[in-house]
């Protein structure tokens, strides 16, 4: 007999559960859907935006405290270059200025960082940011207008220079004017409700920014240290300590010469190693981590639009590349059929989008590397006129500095030279780092594959020896195959621990074998409902391991159609039900916050949906088995919600063991066959699983 005192109560948080979950799908898959309706220029707005001002924001601080903690002008004696002048000193109304644009930017700073870490609201922080940098920026400006007139420099002017300081101001007022830029764009995209007025970053763009931080302080407080034990100016030091962390030693006359020198560089350099390897990982799992995403997303929406604009009905045609039209009709097909052309138009589509991506940021990332090369030389050659630099020059020694190599027979001897390569070697840290990361994903692997492929017909032959290796590679050619992003490179399991494997497997089966057994006892009771139910437990949980494990592959796991199909009908949607499928289509206009006109594959409200639709399976952000993973387990928990509710609708479930007996290929007299054999039901229907 049921208490009706708790009985409702059940009920009711049942029915509230499978609301709640039904609710919590629909918005992540509105979430979703929003990263490719969206435009990537928004992105660039909430997210770079923010991590670029908080990244270099500590750098131009660190450039303003170089402008400032040195004089700007010196005085050159017969004989002297710029670099060995005597220091003039500056009016007390520059040193004021430059002092209050300091403070100004460092309290932009502040604000910005007291907001990332929701210390600060966004209302608040926001102005403070933007108009102490710019108010920094107009600052060092004027300083250093003034500082260019005739009138500011002392004659004769062939012998006086500006200082190092002065370049390190230009470069300061620069940056502050670019990131202020920057988080007027930020802030103009939240106020037109473009994402929520809050920073979300990750932990890697949190880490990111406090690394930087991290390894700017290091190389200036070395700095000061090596320029008390070795006699040298502080802004030579920081030249030194520039040129020491990044391990491209240009040589000349700043070596630590002193033994207490000398034995400080162990220790000194080790850890700017440490600390710059830190920065270049988090650059790189940055760049990973969300840039790849968001690029990615828009790449496939772009391409997944132009290939149902082409769609031909009369030829019955749809076209997937410049050179790749293939046939596209549904006359005459089932809708299972139907279904699974969708689906491997699908597939196309989103092996060239990330062809076409990979590549794309590949040239992307050439050019900022490219720039940086040539631009830099310019600036060398005009910086290094006094050591007589032709361009061809500059490009040699730009191109030794980037990849760190460092030979020492030619280095900048200017003030402007010195300030300018410390910029530019700290700014070839992340356009480095990201171009290596882009190579690796497109040239690097097209020699790996390429070596793999030659080596296996010629020095390490494959098991079907060199003839049929060369045969085998002939076909893959023939197809163009042989740098194909399958399953030809070993999957590897992440991001767990073996111990949180073994853990997520053994709770995982006692899921199993509750289930089974209850399906066991509710069979020899002749109760088909039950059965089966406890039969649809036991297949959502075994999957639900197996899932776990997809999870985790690298690459990301792919699953065929019908692999898919399975899948599908386990969460309840059946592949070859007209009325739960739409046509693909896709709308040229649409209306600013208006839903699209495409399907949706949630779950929940079983809205139609279809396979080169924006709600498509293969067009989130998830991987596959991730995808599946949230809806098994959300399915498993609903199902359990129910039995534990009294009151709950029992229906057939999508599977039933009859599923298992009416397959092709397989009757229940073989299962019976088993259990005379003296396997038992249990091994009998595990055998029947594995089977499926």
Known sequence: MNDPGLDAPAQQAAEDVEENVYEADKEKAEAEEQVFLDPSRWWFASTACPLIAGTFGPIANAFSICALVEKWRVYLPPGVDEGHGTKVEDPKWLVAVNSISLVLALVANMALLLNMTRRLSFAIAQPITIIGWFLASFMLIALVAVASA????????????LSQAFYYGIIAAGLYFIIASLMVLTVYGAYRGHYPKEFRLTASQRTLMLQTISFVFYLLVGALVFSKVEGWNFLDAVYWADFTLLTVGVGGEFVPKTHTGRTLLFFYAIGGVVSLGLVIGSIRSLVLERGKEKMSARFLEMKRRRVLASM?????????????????????????????????????????SERKRRYTALAMSSTAAL???????????????????SYFVSMYFSYTSLLTIGYGDYSPTSNSGKAFFVFWSLLAVPTLTILISNMGDTVIKAFRDLTIWVGSFTVLPGEHGVSGT???????????????DDDSTERKLTGRSAAEQTLRDRLAEHIEED??????????????????????????????????????????????????????????????????????????????????????????????????????????????????????????????????????????????????????????????????????????????????
């Open 371 to 389: 720039l940086l090369w040539f631009l830099g030389a310019l600036v060398f050659m005009h910086s290094e006129k006094p050591q007589g630099w």
């Open 150 to 161: 005739s009138v500011f420099r002392i004659q004769p002017a062939t012998e006086h220079a």
């Open 312 to 352: 031909d009905e009369e030829k019955r045609t749809i076209k997937l590349g410049l050179w790749e039209k293939i046939e596209f009709s549904e006359k005459g097909l089932s809708e299972a059929q139907r279904r699974e052309q969708e689906f491997n138009v699908m597939r196309r589509i989103q092996t060239k």
């Open 515 to 692: 289930e089974l057994a209850e399906a066991e006892e509710a069979g020899e009771h002749g109760n088909k409902l039950d059965r089966d139910i406890h039969f649809y437990h036991y297949v959502l949980a075994k999957e639900l391991r197996k899932l776990m494990r997809d999870a985790d592959a690298s690459p990301p796991k792919q699953y065929t159609y019908q692999e898919w199909n399975y899948y599908l009908r386990l969460i309840g949607q059946d592949e070859n039900d007209t009325s739960a499928h739409r046509k693909p289509r896709v709308q040229h206009e649409r209306k600013p916050h208006s839903r699209p006109d495409l399907g949706s594959a949630d779950e929940g409200e079983r809205i139609a949906w279809s396979w080169l639709g924006v709600r498509s399976p293969l067009m989130g952000n998830k991987s596959e088995a991730e995808w599946l993973l949230q809806r098994i387990s959300a399915t498993l928990e609903l199902e359990m919600d129910k039995l534990r509710s009294s009151r709950a609708k029992r229906e057939p479930p999508p599977i039933s063991m009859a599923d298992l007996r009416n397959r092709e290929g397989r009757s229940g007299s073989d299962a019976e066959q088993d259990a005379k054999k003296g396997l038992g039901a249990t091994e009998a229907r595990r055998r029947l699983m594995r089977d499926m």
């Open 470 to 484: 060369l045969k085998s590679g002939i076909q893959q050619l023939k197809v163009g195959k042989i740098f194909r």
